[in-house]
């Protein structure tokens, strides 16, 4: 069945591609379309990122009782553009006696990170620029890269704030990668593929969390705790807990350098709420329902990227609420709650999804006329 | 054309910081130097799309030794300290030593450089195939050699443990854990 989609990209897309291919030889082409894409994920990541700052201080001040900015623009809409003006004239303040080759080296390996990252991710129908067969993978591997530029950035401040912000920053991402990385193998587990869209394409009739249902669940809840402490973000923001560290790892760091541990925060954010929506709650896919033509046509009407967005918009806004509902974590109890109980759940957890999909109890295996496979 | 100039770029940073991390004075400089190499040559396996490798040497060395390294080197006394050069005798030896390991390489390259451009495939490798590859029986297949590196990589995390504890008796153990645990409990109390 193929539904109208009047709303979607790709046949724009596609005839941008035409037109290059035909004003252009191939090598030139591909370097324009190449570039063009650069352009517009770097734009879609700046854009994205004032966007979550506005909403993230706005959300907070309804959560602490106050009114978060008002004063630029209707409801301070445009604030965070202000922020940005502020902080790219900023000087950019010269440490004496540090490292100042790795001291100017470090924000770069955090926002290179999160940036290749967040070129991976599907945002919609035709809207993925690169889809790698070992996509997850892929997204374990480079988000692995950005705690470096935390421990180099806290070394190289020559201060002993920043390096007991990046000594404790790398002991919490390192151990909540695993986790991270665990759940997402369970999914892979069930979806039989690493692909992010053939992972998107699989959950058409059915979310991979209900498709798994227990396993999937628990894995689920735990990609979010783990993804929630490996951004640094309360409750787990040890690395920067301002009332005993300042500021931690970038106390040091002003201007736009510290511009891009921000930026890296907010859109870390967003990557691990996309992911999660990706290969949990069916990505870009609107909800359908097999047989239900007139109700599915509806929903195509609703574009792809709408419903994407709108998936991670709800996550962020879960992350959000845990992190204003939350005291801070002492360190050690930080570090028991990873290896002592994620990691073992985790472990028995995928067992339990390899035990599942053998013995074909997903809901796919056990009602497969409902999703039109039978 | 476009691979030549990234290969070219990607040799050249190769080459210089392998060099650099040889020849810093400083420990966490040589450090960062050899995480470069170790991206720049994920790069080139992601030339030759082997997007496996590209994403486990980004993983395993990059996201995870060099972390350990810089971690280990946070730990000692002065990271930051410039090293003295080591006798002349001593860089001499491990220069000839090093551009004889360079000529073992070469000649086994270039005798079997036809052999690795039938190795080279223009196709991505599919992840099934890789995971059939590591955990299957039959030819060319490779699970008991993938069973024993897990096998030694778990001695070596006990071993880990055991060393970390070596100056510790069983007795002294149990007091510090209670000790532990006791601190714990009172400061849930005050809180």
Redesign the interface.
């Known amino acids: 069945m193929n539904y109208k989609q009047p709303l979607e990209l790709t046949g724009l897309i596609a005839n941008l591609d035409a037109f290059f291919r035909e004003h252009l030889s191939p ?1 030139w082409a ?2 324009v379309e190449g570039l063009l894409i650069l352009l517009v994920i770097v734009a879609l990541y700046a854009v994205l990122a004032l966007i979550l700052i506005y909403v993230e201080r706005k959300i907070t001040g309804f959560f602490q009782s106050r009114l978060g900015p008002n004063r630029v623009g209707k409801y301070g809409s445009i604030q965070s553009i202000a922020d940005m003006i502020k902080i790219l004239i900023k000087e950019i303040i010269h440490i004496k006696r540090a ?1 100042l ?2 001291y100017y ?1 470090a924000p770069f390996f955090v926002i290179g990170s999160s940036l290749m990252a967040f070129g991976a991710i599907p945002f919609g129908k035709g809207l993925q620029a690169v889809d ?3 996509g997850v ?2 997204l ?3 988000s ?2 950005g ?2 530029g935390v ?2 950035a806290g ?1 190289s401040s020559n201060n002993k704030y920043s ?1 007991l912000g ?2 404790r920053s ?1 002991a919490q991402t ?1 151990s909540y ?1 695993l986790s991270a990385a665990f759940s997402l193998m369970t999914v892979v587990v069930l979806a039989g ?3 992010l869209s053939e992972i998107v394409e699989g959950q058409r009739y059915v979310w991979n969390i209900f498709n798994g249902h227990i396993p999937a669940l628990i894995a689920f809840l735990i990609y979010l705790t783990s993804g929630h402490a490996e951004t640094n973000r309360g409750p787990f923001d040890l690395p920067e807990a301002e009332g005993e560290l300042t500021a931690g790892y970038h106390t040091e760091y002003s201007g736009i350098q510290f511009g891009f541990y921000y930026l890296a925060e907010y859109l870390n954010m967003f990557i691990v709420a996309a992911i999660a929506t990706t290969v949990f709650l069916g990505g870009w896919m609107p909800i359908q329902v097999h047989g239900w033509d007139t109700f599915n046509q509806v929903m195509w009407y609703i574009p792809s990227y709408v419903w994407f967005f709108g998936k991670t918009a709800l996550l962020i806004f879960l992350s959000l609420w845990v992190r204003w509902s939350f005291p801070r974590l002492r360190i ?1 109890i930080l570090l028991n709650l990873e290896w002592k109980v994620l990691l073992p759940i985790n472990l028995f957890n995928i067992v339990m999804m390899v035990v599942i999909v053998l013995a074909g109890w997903t809901l796919t295996d056990l009602f497969p006329k409902l999703f039109g496979l039978a | 054309m476009v691979q030549q100039i990234v290969f070219i770029i990607l040799a050249l940073v190769i080459a210089l910081c392998s060099v650099l991390a040889v020849t810093s004075k400083r420990v966490i400089r040589a450090a960062t130097y050899l995480l470069f190499v170790l991206l720049a040559t994920s790069g080139l396996f992601l030339m030759l799309n082997y997007h496996f490798l590209f994403a486990v040497q980004v993983m395993v060395y990059a996201g995870g030794i060099m972390v350990l390294f810089i971690m280990a080197i946070f730990l000692t006394h002065q990271p930051g300290k410039r090293v003295a050069t080591k006798s002349s005798w001593k860089v001499t030896s491990s220069a000839l030593l090093a551009v004889a390991g360079l000529v073992l390489c070469g000649v086994i390259i270039v005798r079997n450089l036809s052999c690795a451009f039938r190795v080279v495939t223009e196709h991505e490798i599919s992840m099934h195939t890789i995971g059939q590859a590591l955990l299957g029986t039959e030819k060319y297949q490779f699970l008991l050699p993938f069973e024993a590196i897990s096998l030694l990589l778990l001695a070596c995390i006990i071993g880990a443990i055991m060393i970390a504890r070596k100056d510790r008796g069983v007795k002294e153990i149990e007091k510090v854990e209670n000790e532990e645990t006791e601190n714990s409990e009172t400061w849930e109390k005050s809180l």
Do not use: R
């Open positions: 090598f591909s370097v490292d080759f790795l080296v790698f067969k070992m993978l892929y374990i591997a480079v692995s890269i705690v470096l421990l180099l070394w390096m990046a000594m790398g390192i990668e593929t690493m692909q050690d």
